[in-house]
């Protein structure tokens, strides 16, 4: 699949943080890109719109991406899935793993690792 053809969500409750991620997505080529603030947003978008990459934020209003991942991950096995944040704890981190996280990227994500990610997957 090329990199043209992904859908990425953006899950992030920081406006900021998703416009940056899709402004990046984007001057790579990458222009299939939803968002959403939170997780309960997010399992709605995954449900409509079933991204092929999803980058979560741990934490978050609602619903953390912890939660959400982990119903993702019920009713999608195959959802790839990565985790960012920068005040994710060990503990956290370690919860999104055994729950089936794909990757976790730590804030600010370094492009470069993200770029090399997304063409891994």
Known sequence: MKIEEIRIMICDDSMLSRKKLKDFLN???CNDVVEAQD???????????????TLMDIVMPNLSGVSALEYIKKRYPD????????????ETLKDAIKL?????????????????LIERL
Do not use: C, H, R
């Not at 959802?79 to 060990?90: D, I, N, R, Y």
């Not at 089936?100 to 090399?116: E, R």
């Open 27 to 29: 001057s790579i080529g």
């Open 39 to 53: 997780g309960a947003i997010a399992i709605e978008n995954f449900e409509k719109f079933k991204p092929d990459l």
């Open 79 to 90: 959802a790839k899935v990565v985790m960012t944040s920068s005040v994710g704890t060990q």
């Open 100 to 116: 089936g996280a794909t990757d976790f990227l730590q804030k600010p994500i370094d492009y470069d690792v993200l770029k090399n």
